[in-house]
């Protein structure tokens, strides 16, 4: 999602890390405890019998956590982080150059902007300049776009570049492979909001690469954070500014890796979202 020189020469944004997972024993159950001989019966009883009364009892904690009146100390209970949840609010219905646009003056708002706003930045058509063109005036604020798009086009034409990610000079994909690069969000986070003035986090993974038959840049999967500066202008909000940087990266599973064909087909078939809150 930044200049396109900020990707590593793999073609991604960074590797992932990964961890391999170690199988049990033959004689050990899924969690890698050896097995025992069979219980006495009363034995299984009185165990049965004491898993319900702590699960009895979690319950009623957790339900009692719920209520502010029943702490101990006297005071209520401390919020707990701001939850990227479904508001009820109608999502946007307008789009500009396929982009979605027209969002509420207010966090929410702000934040469904910034997501949206991350997707198109994060996208394919960033490296086609039409499209980048269309993507950079729709998401910036007009003055902003003005200065920016030189560097834009700077960055995602120059040619060692656009050969480093196996890409043809003019930002396609070589025959018979498929270029990919999407956003993927998992969260948001308002870090300041002034009425006209925003600024929201957008934690998401990011697939790049290509895949296809003879690719030397396959897929790959990376984590990061961009906080977006967002300005209200004429109606609408838009991005001023961005930073970027690594992670939080979830541990990596040992699951085995798609073919070529699979992830192209995938990346053709499954198309992206609208998001807002």
Known sequence: ???????????????TGQTRTRLPDAGSDPYGTPR????SSSRSLVTVVGVVVLLIAAIAFANRGDDPSSSTDGSAAKPGATATA?????PVGAKTDGIPT?????????????TNYGIALGSADMYNTEKRHAIVNTVYAPDVAAAQLPAFDQAY????????????KDGAAPSGQTFVSRVIPVGTKVTSFGGS????????????????????NPVTESWYTTT????WVDGDWKVTDFTQEDGPVPVGRDQKASTA?????????YGGFTYAR
């Open 36 to 39: 025992r001989g069979p219980r």
């Open 102 to 114: 027209g969002y509420s003056q207010d966090e929410q708002g702000a934040q469904s902007a910034a």
């Open 86 to 90: 479904p508001s009820g609010k109608r």
């Open 261 to 269: 064909e699979d992830m192209t087909k995938a990346v053709e078939e």
């Open 157 to 168: 034409s120059r040619q060692s570049f656009l050969e480093k990610i196996g890409l043809n």
């Open 1 to 15: 999602m930044s200049l396109g020189d900020e990707r590593e020469a793999s073609g991604g944004y960074g590797g």
């Open 197 to 216: 003035t925003a600024s929201v986090a957008l934690w998401y993974t990011s697939l790049f690469g290509l895949s296809g038959e003879g690719s030397t």
């Open 228 to 231: 977006y500066q967002l300005k």
